[in-house]
């Protein structure tokens, strides 16, 4: 464990001098904490190896947690004993993020663990080297009209390009509404700390500011999120997003096809049969099996009443009616429930 | 600190405070390779039906500590949400519902959906109503030779579980809905504001199966802050409590454990659920078949959690007066969408109160 003894040494020093430097008087603004995001880096490598869910979950706070709780540190410190009202400390806290072009809100969803189905932007870098490759190819024609031989390669290639074009005027206008989101929670966040300012409700740690900096974002994120024009940006955005992949995926088939590979649209084609075929057996199954039924209590209520011993060798012939019933049998989709025997209650 | 405005900490407190954090990163490089089992599932169980990916689980009361066979002559189905797993319900030894159920003698049994694949795109409503929920009641009314057995259903689990009595309404003696929503336009349902406005179509077409991925970020991006940013910061606190940080993991486990939402399935539920809210305005078609809730005439429980970011309690409260049964009741629950299974309080109040709801409806 010379890793983890070399990390607590280092680590040691490195708290201590940022104690010290905190104790020590400071003017506003002088104690910072430089090297904070390497101390969580680097305990996050030492943190890592055991359960692979431990490692995600390390992960996911070096990701975004350890960042966004050291600028408040930052902040903290800024301000730890000196009187400041809250018009300061927001303020502050805003500069530390950006300032008035900040976007807080932003930059939590580019970190989340995303894909490239869901964030607009990791979209554009997973598809990016292709989509540049062929609009710097295609500028010149991308514009013109369609015609000729290739009429069709070039009209899928410019819904294409216009996809792509959506997409980020879509992302741009979700990005407002998110920036929208970020001012007004600076808004909430110094309405809270104004509320915090009477005696005895003080925020006695970093972590009790931090916390009330995730309750102003959080309500200003809600307000937004629930509105009318949040739901069609989303839509819109969503929507755009799945044109632009849509388009992407039928130029793949279109390469696969060329090169005699099976394509996504034939897998689907097999799988939507199988599962209708499915669907078709089981309906006959559970038909054929109401018929059985519905014969066998035929044939034990049209049996003669007679003694065993005088009974016919030969069994009764069926009902002609039988057929009937049978019929309208076929007609039910789900399994008919087997006779209820005798129930137990409870 | 009176007069320094709203923060009441020194450079020292700060310090200490630091010292703190720094205590139980320091504790963590040892825990965190410590623990060694989050596995999840406190009851032992048994495959007892099959229908493809589709499990039907017997758990056992008699193998508990203070175990004993059910007391309960009519069998409790759970039926959970296609998102996220069901051993929700039986998380671990002192945090489980079922476990809590069978110590109270009931007979519990859970669906597992399992993993959709690509294969598993076509499936619709109809097959995961009528075809599992449906051979899994079925065959708990042939091996009990009753009519009709219990039904639990959580979440989306509890939509079905009412789309399934409304069709089959001599196959459930009682109905159990646990934040199961109903009402899908309130002003509160940040999910339903965001489908309404979705091209579904598009949607399913492009991705086939809804990816996990989707799901999780969807479900993330309700509260970023909280769920992505808050709760890791969080985390540090437990860093040196190995029990602690091994529920942590646990539940970070099931939270990023989601399978793929078959396509079909997916696209008829937001239609007709999310888009269309057909529990309140009709129009529900399952295989055809229309549900109306007034054909559900068996007694119902209905529990909502008052702290629900998922389902708005409003949601759920919705069901009041769109059933035909004589028999409604409330439970309200105070605690979260996730805290209904795994808090000491659920543990406390919620097995608990089914287990009377169900007896007094044996007599």
């Given at each position: 464990m010379q890793g983890v003894d070399d990390f607590e040494?280092?680590?040691?020093?490195?708290?201590?001098?940022?104690?010290?430097?905190?104790?020590?008087?400071q003017p506003a603004g002088a104690a910072t904490m430089p090297g904070w995001t390497d101390a969580m880096d680097w305990w996050s490598r030492f943190a890592r190896g055991g359960l692979p869910q431990g490692d995600e979950a390390v992960s996911r706070f070096n990701a975004q947690a350890q960042g966004w709780f050291g600028q408040m540190q930052q902040l903290a410190a800024q301000?730890?004993?000196?009187?400041?009202?809250?018009?300061?400390?927001?303020?502050?806290?805003?500069?530390?993020?950006?300032?008035?072009?900040?976007?807080?809100?932003?930059?939590?969803?580019?970190?989340?663990?995303?894909?490239?189905?869901?964030?607009?932007?990791?979209?554009?870098?997973?598809?990016?080297?292709?989509?540049?490759?062929?609009?710097?190819?295609?500028?010149?024609?991308?514009?013109?009209?369609?015609?000729?031989?290739?009429?069709?390669?070039q009209e899928r290639w410019q819904h294409l390009a216009q996809a792509q074009v959506d997409l980020q005027e879509q992302g741009q206008a979700y990005q407002a509404l998110l920036a929208e989101a970020g001012q007004d929670a600076f808004s909430r966040f110094e309405r809270k700390l104004e509320a915090r300012s009477a005696p005895g409700k003080q925020l006695d740690t970093v972590r009790a500011l931090f916390d009330l900096w995730i309750d102003a974002a959080e309500e200003a994120y809600a307000d937004i999120a629930l509105s009318p024009r949040f739901r069609d940006a989303y839509a819109a955005l969503v929507n755009a997003q799945m044109t632009l992949r849509g388009r992407m995926q039928k130029e793949v088939e279109q390469l696969g096809s060329q090169f005699g590979m099976p394509t996504r649209t034939e897998v689907d084609s097999a799988h939507r049969k199988i599962v209708e075929l499915e669907r078709e057996q089981r309906r006959l199954r559970d038909a054929i099996e109401a018929l059985m039924r519905q014969s066998s209590r035929m044939q034990a209520s049209s049996a003669p009443e007679v003694p065993p011993a005088v009974a016919p060798k030969k069994a009764a012939p069926k009902p002609a009616a039988t057929k009937k019933p049978a019929a309208k049998a076929t007609t039910k989709s789900t399994r008919p429930a087997s006779k209820p025997k005798p129930g137990r209650t409870r | 600190m009176e007069g320094l405005g709203p923060l009441g900490f020194t450079p020292d407190s700060l310090a200490q405070e630091s010292l703190r954090f720094q205590a139980k990163l320091r504790a963590g490089l040892d825990t965190l390779h410590q623990v060694h089992d989050i596995d999840y599932g406190a009851t032992a169980r048994e495959e007892v039906w099959r229908d493809g990916k589709v499990v039907l689980y017997r758990f056992r009361g008699n193998t508990l500590p203070n175990g004993r066979a059910p007391t309960a002559r009519v069998p409790l189905l759970i039926v959970y949400a296609l998102v996220n797993r069901p051993y929700m319900v039986d998380l671990q030894d002192d945090k489980s519902i079922v476990r809590g159920l069978l110590e109270?003698?009931?007979?519990?049994?859970?669906?597992?959906?399992?993993?959709?694949?690509r294969s598993d795109r076509y499936l619709e409503l109809e097959d995961y109503i009528q075809r599992y929920i449906g051979g899994a009641v079925d065959h708990l009314r042939h091996e009990y030779r009753m009519d009709g057995v219990n039904v639990l259903g959580i979440c989306q689990g509890g939509a079905f579980s009412l789309c399934f009595t409304a069709l089959n309404p001599h196959k459930v003696r009682n109905l159990i809905t646990m934040v199961t929503p109903v009402d899908f336009h309130t002003s509160d349902n940040m999910l339903g504001n965001w489908t309404r406005g979705l091209d579904v179509d598009l949607f399913v077409?492009?991705?086939?199966?809804?990816?996990?991925?989707?799901?999780?970020?969807?479900?993330?991006?309700?509260?970023?802050?909280?769920?992505?940013?808050?709760?890791?910061?969080?985390?540090?606190?437990?860093?040196?409590?190995?029990?602690?940080?091994?529920d942590f993991l646990r539940?970070?486990?099931?939270?990023?454990?989601?399978?793929?939402?078959?396509?079909?399935?997916?696209?008829?539920?937001?239609?007709?659920?999310?888009?269309?809210?057909?529990?309140?305005?009709?129009?529900?078609?399952?295989?055809?078949?229309?549900?109306?809730?007034?054909?559900?005439?068996?007694?119902?429980?209905?529990i909502y959690a008052e702290q629900d970011h998922l389902v708005p309690p409003a949601s759920s409260r919705a069901l009041d007066g769109l059933t035909g049964s004589d028999d409604y009741s409330e439970l309200s629950f105070r605690g979260g969408h996730i805290g209904i299974y795994v808090s000491s309080r659920a543990q406390r109040e919620v097995p608990q109160a089914i287990h009377d709801w169900l007896a007094q409806r044996a007599k």
């Open positions: 040494a280092w680590n040691r020093r490195y708290w201590n001098a940022w104690g010290d430097a905190l104790r020590a008087t301000f730890a004993g000196r009187p400041a009202n809250a018009g300061d400390i927001a303020s502050a806290w805003r500069q530390a993020l950006g300032g008035d072009g900040a976007n807080p809100f932003a930059q939590v969803f580019a970190n989340m663990p995303g894909s490239t189905q869901t964030d607009p932007s990791k979209m554009f870098e997973a598809f990016a080297p292709w989509l540049q490759s062929m609009q710097r190819d295609g500028r010149s024609w991308l514009s013109l009209p369609a015609f000729g031989f290739a009429r069709e390669h | 109270r003698g009931e007979d519990v049994y859970v669906l597992d959906w399992g993993y959709p694949d077409d492009t991705l086939g199966n809804v990816p996990a991925d989707v799901m999780n970020w969807c479900y993330l991006t309700l509260k970023p802050w909280r769920l992505f940013v808050q709760k890791y910061v969080g985390m540090v606190d437990v860093l040196d409590d190995p029990k602690a940080l091994e539940m970070e486990k099931w939270i990023f454990d989601s399978p793929d939402q078959a396509g079909e399935a997916f696209r008829q539920f937001v239609k007709q659920f999310y888009q269309g809210n057909g529990f309140l305005k009709g129009g529900i078609e399952i295989g055809g078949r229309t549900v109306d809730l007034r054909n559900i005439e068996v007694p119902i429980l209905n």
